[in-house]
């Protein structure tokens, strides 16, 4: 058995590919969500979706700290998107991720409720040991320590560098190497020198990391 116990995944745009447009509707959802429902200018969304994100880790998490705001109902707004006309079960993904000896975790930003709805369509709900989302998290979310610290401690507080971190953004990626995790960034596009490794999708897996089968 290799030195890694544990193995954390992130959802959107990590355990499904970018290239199905699930994740810009999602984001198209959330400029939605502040033009209609909050009354933001459409102008300024784009800037302030930006800038939230680089701040907090989520524009949920800056809409929280500068305006009233209901999470609940925001995080189902924004996740009211037919799922299938998107993505499709992925049974290449289920047989590799059932063929990894450790233990696996979701570890999202997002709710559970996307986060099961999500990964019944894939197919590969029975696959996790538990997921940790923004309720989990008590909206401490990805990159801050906090978020790293709870997630660990709901996986039984493995050692962090006998964990690894799969996600697509580079904050979350540095936020997960301070606490001394594994990172790798799953990303078809750019590189990235903060992460461990890198791999376009998360099915070169058992070609880049074959050790982790070890
Ligand atoms: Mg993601």
């Known amino acids: 058995m290799n030195k890694y116990t544990t193995l954390f995944f992130d959802l959107d745009a990590t355990l499904y590919t970018t290239s199905n447009g699930l994740w810009e ?3 198209e959802r959330i400029s939605l969500y502040m033009i209609e429902r909050m009354g933001i200018p459409a102008a300024q969304v784009a800037g302030m979706r930006q800038d939230y994100y680089r701040k907090y880790g989520t524009t949920l998490a800056g809409l929280q700290r500068h305006y009233q705001v209901d999470p609940e109902e925001y995080l189902n707004y924004v996740h009211d998107i ?3 006309e998107y993505i ?4 290449k993904l289920r047989e590799m991720l059932a063929s990894l000896p450790q233990a696996r975790w979701v570890f999202t ?13 894939l197919g590969i709900s029975d696959l996790f040991d538990g997921v ?9 979310v990805k990159p801050t320590p906090e978020a790293y610290r709870r997630t660990l401690a709901m996986a039984g507080n493995p050692a ?5 971190l799969f996600d697509d953004l580079v904050a979350n990626i540095m936020g997960a190497k301070e606490m001394g995790l594994y990172t790798v960034l799953v990303n078809p596009n750019g590189s990235h020198p903060k992460a461990d490794l890198q791999v376009r999708e998360l099915l070169e897996l058992p070609s880049k990391m074959p050790w982790l089968w070890r």
């Open 25 to 27: 509707r999602i984001k």
């Open 82 to 84: 037919p799922l299938r």
């Open 88 to 91: 499709a079960p992925n049974p």
């Open 109 to 121: 930003n997002s709710d559970s409720n996307h986060v099961e709805r999500v990964l019944s369509v």
């Open 132 to 140: 940790a989302d923004v309720y989990a998290l008590d909206f401490q």
């Open 160 to 164: 962090p560098e006998s964990c690894v």
